[in-house]
């Protein structure tokens, strides 16, 4: 149960850091090794971003990283880690998370939107 706790506590303050990195984050939430990160075109409006998430999920395919989408827009990706998973196997998720939502933004500001 602790190790649940321990990942699970990295997985969810590494998500939010990137929350607040990344206006394409609407929202963070989960607990324990569940974490849902709803992704958003408009922090205000909360305009869901489903085409940014199925390149999240695309993305991280091709990282072989196993990752889902959720909720009525598809646009939350929701992350059920197996209680198998690392500190260093979040650290990892996280990093690739961080990489591929960097993509996202530089695309977005080289179409200047």
Known sequence: MKHAVTVGNILL???KKLGEKYE????????????GIDLVKDRKTREPHTAAAAHVLSR??????????????????KFKSPLVFSEENAKTFL????KVFEEISSTKHENGK
């Open 24 to 35: 394409i984050v609407g929202d963070v939430r989960g607990r324990g090794m569940f974490v």
């Open 13 to 15: 303050e590494g998500a």
């Open 95 to 98: 990093q690739t998370l961080d």
């Open 60 to 77: 991280f395919k091709e990282e072989h990283i196993l990752l889902q989408s959720d909720g009525p827009h598809n646009n939350v990706l």
